[in-house]
């Protein structure tokens, strides 16, 4: 977060978690033991599905169960896990993996 300590770039810019994604962090979402670097409140992960073979699911939050149940029908597809803090909105992309469904 150098960027923000050195004021190239507002607060605004940084903390722009849309409603959509602080609503699926607060239902989805699972608490972190990680703080925000901006106001050290906790964090919350929130897992991200995308892949053409999820039709209308692509782009949604999910739970790991759903995740799981995915793999269990046999998909392939990329899990984003992004962390979110409800109190400043900062937001992150943690990791990005790929799910295989067994064959
Ligand atoms: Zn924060």
């Known amino acids: 977060m150098r960027e923000v300590r050195a004021g190239r770039l507002s607060e605004a810019d940084v903390c ?3 409603f959509l994604l602080r609503a699926a962090a607060t239902h989805h979402g699972v608490a972190s033991a990680r703080e925000c670097p901006l106001c050290g409140a906790k964090l919350r992960n ?3 599905v995308y892949g053409e ?3 209308r699911r692509v782009g949604s939050a999910r739970s790991e169960k759903e995740i ?4 269990a029908e046999g998909l392939e597809f990329t899990v984003h896990t992004v962390e979110v803090c409800l109190a400043c ?3 992150h992309l943690l990791t990005s993996e790929v799910a295989y469904g067994k064959c």
């Open 53 to 55: 073979v999820l039709g």
């Open 16 to 18: 722009d978690a849309d």
């Open 89 to 91: 909105r900062w937001n």
């Open 46 to 48: 929130t897992k991200w």
């Open 68 to 71: 799981a149940e995915f793999v």
